[in-house]
């Protein structure tokens, strides 16, 4: 099984910066593409950002030049570093990581606990 632990979220003012991690663990065999998704109330879950196995990543128009997605490989871990917030930015944040585990085969997706971040003065 593949657990997703994810850190950081709160409460910050507009314009301001806020950091996510997500490590991956368990027995894992290797990681294909990471990715954070956000769900705020009353809408559905959007995809904010992914990055490949290689680091190449992808943004949500809405938040492309603001919010930084990054992973290290060797740690199984994914961030994302989110710059001048909006008070649109506030949803519960996912942690996705499609993980192979080790004896198995094939990809599954998996995801985090969530972790809220509030955009407010």
Not at 56 to 65: H, I, L, N, R
């Amino acid at each position: 099984q593949v657990q997703l632990v994810e850190s950081g979220g709160g409460l910050v003012q507009p314009g301001g910066s806020l950091g996510l991690s997500c490590a991956a663990q368990g027995s894992i065999f290797s990681i294909d593409a990471m990715a954070w998704y956000r769900q705020a109330p009353g809408k559905q879950r959007e995809l904010v950002a992914a990055i490949t196995p290689a680091g190449m990543p992808s943004y949500a128009d809405s938040v492309e030049g603001r919010f930084t997605i990054s992973r290290d490989n060797s740690k199984n871990m994914v961030y994302l570093q989110m710059n001048s917030l909006k008070p649109e930015d506030t949803a519960v944040y996912y942690c996705n990581v499609r993980a192979r585990r080790v004896a198995t085969y094939g990809y599954l997706t998996n995801w985090g606990q969530g972790t809220q971040v509030t955009v407010s003065s």
